[in-house]
């Protein structure tokens, strides 16, 4: 259990086009879902959480306008880089936690990743 | 969230158990020990997490100080595919409703 997926994998766009990133919970209700960034050789940074039919919260320095999260669904959740350029090539990965059945997680269970290169 | 410290790489024999150390001296009570780690390339995998007792689960085993000041995490049987980067993180109970804080982890490398 505890299951999450991206999709896609990779993408590849050219500069000044809008990608969409999706993240699931395959099998339990993800209440709070987490959208990270990791650039080469760097750790992973947290850009901003949301919680099912709220607005998302942002970390400081990360851009509202150009990383639009939706979690419209307590299993879906989205990011869409707009007007995406060279410097938001980068390694997306979201995680989620929440209920299954009865039991809620305090752990986090992450997707795979997306890896964005904007030429 | 308190600080961790660990090591930035280890190298271990495939087989042999893995030690992991992780330093949290200003963990505070209500704050759990979580690890995680990251094959290259891939999503973070959580491993396991504890408040103070010792915990083991089908992958690993955690060792908390009574001090609660630092932890091991035991890989007991250390296999090529553990080769990751493993991330202590200290974080507060309600864990699964805040973002998580990675620092640099250590770069486990088992050797054939």
């Known amino acids: 259990g505890a299951v999450v997926s991206q999709h896609p994998s990779w993408v590849i766009c050219k500069s000044g086009t809008s990608v969409k990133i999706e993240c699931r919970s395959l099998?339990?209700?993800?209440?709070?879902m987490f959208w990270y960034r990791q650039f080469p050789k760097q750790s992973l940074m947290l850009m901003a959480t949301?919680?099912?039919?709220?607005?998302?919260?942002?970390e400081q320095g990360v851009e509202k306008d150009k990383f639009l999260i939706n979690h419209a669904s307590l299993t879906l959740s989205t990011l869409t880089v707009t007007s995406a350029h060279p410097e938001d090539s980068s390694f997306y990965i979201c995680?989620?936690?929440?209920?299954?059945?009865?039991?809620?997680?305090?752990?986090?269970?992450f997707g795979p990743g997306t890896r964005l290169t904007v030429l | 969230d308190a600080k961790t410290t660990q090591p930035t790489s280890m190298d271990c024999a495939e087989g042999r158990a893995a030690n992991l150390p992780c330093n949290h001296s200003?963990?505070?009570?209500?704050?759990?020990v979580y690890w995680y780690r990251q094959i290259h390339s891939q999503g973070p995998q959580y491993i396991i997490h504890?408040?103070?007792n010792n915990e083991t689960n089908e992958m690993a085993s955690l060792i908390i100080t009574e001090d609660r000041k630092s932890s091991t995490l035991i890989l007991p049987h250390a296999t090529l595919r553990d080769t990751a980067v493993y991330y202590c993180?200290?974080?507060?109970?309600?864990?699964?409703?805040?973002?998580?804080?990675f620092g640099k982890g250590t770069h486990l490398i088992i050797q054939p």
């Open positions: 200003t963990i505070s009570g209500n704050e759990y």
């Open positions: 993180i200290v974080k507060y109970s309600g864990g699964g409703a805040d973002g998580l804080t």
């Open positions: 995680s989620a936690s929440g209920l299954a059945g009865r039991s809620s997680y305090n752990e986090q269970f």
């Open positions: 949301s919680n099912e039919g709220s607005k998302a919260t942002y």
């Open positions: 504890g408040l103070k």
């Open positions: 099998d339990f209700q993800a209440t709070t």
